[in-house]
């Protein structure tokens, strides 16, 4: 009878911690439509249009599709943009400053592709200097439960 009252308490405790974290909310991937793979507009304006849906994914593949067709520096360079902006949406900034840099060799002139490079580069630094700070801490935290222990 303990067992299965100390059973259920976790049980209760578990559910409870879990519900209070932030839901990661992933857009089931879309059926893609039959579209025209060698016409790199459409599959741009397709990306442009998953990615406002959050279907960032997806968005980048028909990005990276786009760029292999494109028929232009200036194009190749917005699909290369918007495909290094759904690596950012999803948290890949290696990825993503990559494609930026790419996106750059292809219109040097293109003042958003700067800005959002530099802008990519600085988060990047803060974030990995967050996680460092994060780490410190809990180093620091398992060395004083290490002493309390002694």
């Not at 879309?30 to 959050?54: A, F, R, T």
């Not at 993503?96 to 003042?111: C, F, V």
Request: hydrophobic residues 30%; negative net charge.
């Amino acid at each position: 009878m303990f067992k299965t009252i100390l059973i259920t308490i976790c049980l209760v405790f578990s559910l409870g911690a879990a519900s209070q974290e932030a839901p990661v909310e992933t857009p089931k991937p879309e059926p893609l439509p039959d579209i025209d793979y060698s016409d790199g507009k459409e599959v741009y304006n397709y990306g442009v249009d998953l990615y406002k849906k959050g279907n960032y994914e997806q968005a980048a593949s028909l990005f990276s599709k786009a760029f292999d067709v494109a028929d232009s520096r200036e194009f190749k360079a917005m699909a290369k943009y918007n495909q290094a902006m759904s690596h950012f949406k999803m948290k890949k900034y290696i990825q993503s400053l990559a494609g930026l840099r790419e996106a750059l060799s292809y219109d040097l002139d293109n003042k958003t592709i700067k800005e959002n490079l530099k802008w990519v580069e600085e988060h990047r630094a803060r974030e990995k200097e967050k996680e460092e700070q994060e780490k410190e801490a809990n180093e620091s935290q398992e060395d004083g439960e290490k002493k309390e222990q002694q």
